[in-house]
C-alpha cells in the first residue's frame, strides 16, 4: 500500500477523492520530512473533525507542488525566514489593545526571527513611530542577489548561498523557482559573483550597485533602520539583546519540539521587563489563520494569559493552521484541542460550514461540488490577489456575522474560560486545556 493510500484510509475512511489523491501523488515518493508532515496533518484534520470532502483541490496542489520545497530539508535543515508585508497587522493590533499590557510611547519592543526582508517589523516600526523596535535574526545575511521579479538570494560574508525566496502571493512562480533548486542556486551565484566586483565601501556599512534589473546588496537589513528602527543578528538564547516591555516570535517555534520551546520560555524572561509580554505564534498574509500563545513576566517567569485562534482554523481553506514540525507541537495541540470541541457542536458546524460553502462559492475559491467535495479554484479565478485574499474575505465576513463569540460559547458550555479577544479572535485561558489526548501521551 502507498503512504498515501494508507493515510487515506487512516485518516479519511477512504473516502479522499480521486483528484485530490492524483494531486498529491508525488508526496509517495517524498523524503521523510515531507510524508511526516502530511501525516501530522491528516491526524489533526481527523482530530478536528474534517472528513475528506472538506480536503480541496487547491490544498492538495500545494501539498503535490510546494510542500516539499519549502520545508527546511530543501534549505539545508536551516529555518526559511518566509515573511510577508502585512502578515503582523492584527497581531500589532493586539500588542496595542490587548488586555494585560499595552505597547505605548516610550516602550522597547523585540522581534524575534523577523525574517528578510524584515517587512513585518518594519510595518510595527510605522505603527509604532515611539516605540524602539528591534528585528533579531541570525538568519540576516551578509549579501543580498534580487531580481527584477523580486525573487531574492542571501548569501554570508564567504559568498556562501543561505537561502533563496519568491514572492509568496504568487504560487506559480514559487513552483518555477523550486522546480530546479540547484539551477536556482547556480543563478544567484553566477549573478553575485559577477556584481560583486563593483561593490565597494565600507563592508560594515550598506552599499549597493544594480545592473540590468538585478540589484546587489551588502549588509541589506541595514537599508532599513531608522530612527525608531534597529536590527541585530541574534536570535532565541542571544545575549546582550537588552530588555523590553514586549517581544514576539511568529512563524518559527513550529519549526522546533516542545524541548526548544520550553527553553525559549525559560530565556525570554531575561529579555523582558516585569509585567512584560511575550507572544508565540503562527499566521499567515494579513494576520490569516493565525493562532497565539500570549505570556506574561510575573515574579521573574513567564505565566500564561490566553491562547487564540482565527475563526478561519475552525475549517481551513490554506495549509498553515496545521503547520509544524513536530508532533509535540504545543499550538497545534492547543488548536486541535479548541476546534474539537467547537466542532463536535452539530448545528454550529452544520451553519458554519454551510456559510463558509457560500462565501467560497461566490469567490469561486475551491467551491462545493454537486459530489459533496470541495473543488479547486476557477481557472478564471487562479489570481494572486484571490489566493491572498480569499482567507481574509471569509473570515471577516464570519466575524461580523458573530461566530467567533458563538464559538466561545460553545468553549465556555465545554468548561473552559473563552472569550472573543480585542482583534476578533477567539481564546481561551490555556489552564483550561488538556492537551495530553491531543498529544498523544
Same mark, same amino acid.
Given at each position: ?10 485518516? !479519511? ?11 498529491? $501523488? ?15 496533518? /491528516? ?5 478536528? %473533525?474534517? *472528513?475528506?470532502? +472538506? ?27 518566509? &515573511? ?17 499590557? =499595552? ?10 526571527? /523577523? ?14 513611530? $515611539? ?12 549579501? @543580498? ?18 537561502? !533563496?525566496? *519568491? +514572492? ?80 514576539? /516570535? ?26 512584560? @509580554?511575550?507572544?508565540?505564534?503562527? $499566521?499567515? &498574509? ?18 500564561? =494569559? ?21 508532533? +509535540? $507541537? ?32 461566490? @469567490? *469561486?475559491? /475551491?467551491? =462545493? ?26 473570515? =471577516? ?8 463569540? %458563538? ?9 473552559? +474560560? ?5 482583534? *476578533? ?17
Amino acid at each position: 500500500m502507498t503512504f498515501l493510500n494508507e493515510m487515506n484510509e487512516t485518516y !479519511f475512511d477512504g473516502g479522499l477523492s480521486p483528484e485530490v489523491l492524483g494531486l498529491m $501523488d508525488s508526496i509517495n515518493a517524498e523524503r521523510p520530512e515531507v510524508q511526516a508532515w502530511v501525516d501530522r496533518m /491528516c491526524r489533526q484534520m481527523r482530530r478536528q %473533525r474534517f *472528513g475528506a470532502r +472538506d480536503f480541496n483541490q487547491f490544498k492538495a496542489w500545494v501539498i503535490g507542488a510546494l510542500l516539499s520545497k519549502i520545508l527546511p530539508g530543501a534549505w539545508g535543515g536551516a529555518v526559511p525566514p518566509i &515573511t510577508a508585508e502585512g502578515r503582523h497587522a492584527l497581531i500589532d493590533d493586539y500588542q496595542e489593545k490587548n488586555q494585560w499590557r =499595552r505597547l505605548g510611547a516610550g516602550d522597547r519592543f523585540l522581534d524575534l526571527g /523577523c525574517g528578510f526582508p524584515p517587512t513585518t517589523t518594519i510595518d510595527s516600526g510605522h505603527r509604532f513611530p $515611539d516605540v524602539q523596535i528591534t528585528g533579531a535574526d541570525p538568519s540576516f545575511g551578509h549579501y @543580498l542577489v534580487r531580481e527584477e521579479s523580486g525573487d531574492y538570494a542571501c548569501f554570508d560574508a564567504s559568498g556562501e548561498l543561505l537561502y !533563496f525566496q *519568491g +514572492d509568496m502571493a504568487d504560487a506559480e512562480r514559487w513552483e518555477a523557482l523550486y522546480a530546479d533548486p540547484e539551477a536556482t542556486r547556480r543563478r544567484f551565484g553566477d549573478r553575485l559573483t559577477s556584481m560583486l566586483p563593483r561593490l565597494g565601501g565600507d563592508m560594515r556599512g550598506f552599499a549597493s550597485v544594480e545592473r540590468d534589473g538585478v540589484t546587489l546588496s551588502r549588509n541589506p537589513v541595514l537599508e532599513f533602520a531608522t530612527d525608531n528602527l534597529s536590527f541585530t543578528q541574534r536570535g532565541i538564547g542571544s545575549d546582550g539583546l537588552g530588555t523590553f516591555e514586549m517581544a514576539r /516570535c511568529f512563524n518559527v517555534l513550529c519549526y522546533f519540539d516542545r524541548t526548544f520551546r520550553d527553553h525559549t520560555l525559560e530565556w525570554i524572561p531575561s529579555v523582558l521587563e516585569e509585567g512584560g @509580554l511575550f507572544l508565540a505564534g503562527m $499566521d499567515w &498574509t494579513r494576520t490569516r489563520h493565525a493562532r497565539m500563545a500570549v505570556y506574561q513576566k510575573e515574579d521573574g517567569r513567564m505565566v500564561p =494569559r490566553e491562547f487564540a485562534f482565527g475563526l478561519e482554523n475552525i475549517r481551513p481553506i490554506e495549509l498553515v493552521t496545521w503547520f509544524a514540525l513536530h508532533d +509535540d $507541537d504545543y499550538d497545534l495541540a492547543a488548536l486541535a484541542a479548541t476546534v474539537a470541541v467547537i466542532r463536535a457542536e452539530e448545528a454550529f458546524t452544520r451553519d458554519f460550514d454551510g456559510r463558509m460553502d457560500e462565501l467560497m462559492g461566490e @469567490l *469561486g475559491y /475551491c467551491a =462545493r461540488g454537486e459530489d459533496g467535495y470541495l473543488g479547486t479554484i476557477e481557472e478564471s479565478k487562479m489570481t494572486s490577489e484571490l489566493i491572498d485574499s480569499a482567507s481574509e474575505i471569509v473570515g =471577516r465576513a464570519l466575524e461580523e456575522e458573530g461566530y467567533a463569540e %458563538r464559538a466561545a460559547e460553545i468553549l465556555r458550555s465545554a468548561g473552559h +474560560d473563552a472569550w472573543v479577544n480585542c482583534v *476578533g479572535h477567539v481564546a481561551v485561558d490555556p489552564a483550561t486545556l488538556d492537551l495530553t489526548v491531543q498529544e498523544g501521551r
